[in-house]
């Protein structure tokens, strides 16, 4: 609570300074009596060339030296603060300040990329989290420089899968990768579901599969393993399809 008081305080007494209202060279009956270079609504200034010290109605002091990048407070009950600020330049146009973290996923607490759609490892759904910009609030007069407003720039597209007529000229994926055999995008080397599509990934799946390729051949007089899913001809020691990895009767 007291925390919070403080606070209030020193909010206050720097909209004081800032605003100075009704400042005056002056004073005016009921203003705070002494040799004063300036008068405001709540208190007096006097300004010298390295500093400027202010006194309120309530007791309190501040005292702002040059360059002006820091105040000393001194609140009614007190309280001695000390508060300094630097110069921030930012570009005129510029992305929102946001936070990129793991994506966690809500079924089996995995962490994924940011940027991942789906589980790696159990193939949920995931919900990206949204994370409010904090912008500074512009500060002008008594020599601070305003801060230019930050705006965020528009999301980018989502990614988008390759269409089937151009399976053909899709270049092989590093070795490190492992590439979904339904919509073709990259993914970890232990990622059981595509990040992008969610749908499972074999595990004998390391590189691009485009769909209208042959079956891999098989060993002579050995019989072949027909997909019930996908009709794809797997070898006859294989238990899960080698292209959509459904179980292999």
């Known amino acids: 609570m007291r925390d919070k008081q403080t606070l209030e305080a020193v909010a206050r007494l720097l909209g004081l300074m800032t605003a100075t209202p009704n400042l005056r060279d002056q004073p005016q009956p009921g203003d705070r009596p002494g040799a004063f270079t300036h008068w405001f609504d709540g208190g007096a200034i006097t300004v010298v060339n390295d500093y400027a010290l202010y006194e309120f109605v309530?007791?309190?002091?501040?005292?702002?030296?040059?360059?002006?990048?820091?105040?000393?407070?001194?609140?009614?009950?007190g309280t001695h603060l000390s508060l300094s600020w630097e110069k921030v330049d930012l570009p005129a146009k510029s992305s929102a300040l946001s936070v990129r973290a793991q994506v966690r996923c809500p079924r089996c607490q995995h962490d994924n990329a940011p940027d991942s759609r789906f589980c790696s490892e159990c193939g949920a759904a995931l919900t990206l989290p949204t994370v409010a910009p904090i912008l500074p609030e512009p500060v002008s007069g008594m020599g601070v420089a305003s801060i230019p407003p930050v705006v965020a720039?528009?999301?980018?597209?989502?990614?988008?899968?390759?269409?089937?007529?151009?399976?053909?000229?899709?270049?092989?994926?590093?070795?490190a990768a492992k590439q979904c055999p339904h919509c073709l995008a990259p993914n970890k080397p232990t990622a059981r579901f595509c990040l992008t599509c969610g749908k499972p990934i074999p595990a004998a799946v390391t590189g691009p599969i485009a769909q209208g390729k042959s079956s891999p051949p098989s060993a002579p007089g050995t019989a072949e393993k027909i997909c019930a899913s996908c009709q794809f001809a797997n070898t006859s020691t294989a238990h899960h399809c080698q292209r959509c990895g459904a179980l292999l009767a």
């Open 58 to 77: 309530d007791g309190a002091r501040a005292l702002l030296p040059a360059p002006f990048r820091q105040v000393f407070l001194q609140l009614p009950d």
């Open 153 to 175: 720039q528009p999301a980018p597209a989502p990614v988008m899968a390759a269409p089937a007529a151009a399976l053909e000229t899709i270049p092989p994926t590093p070795a």
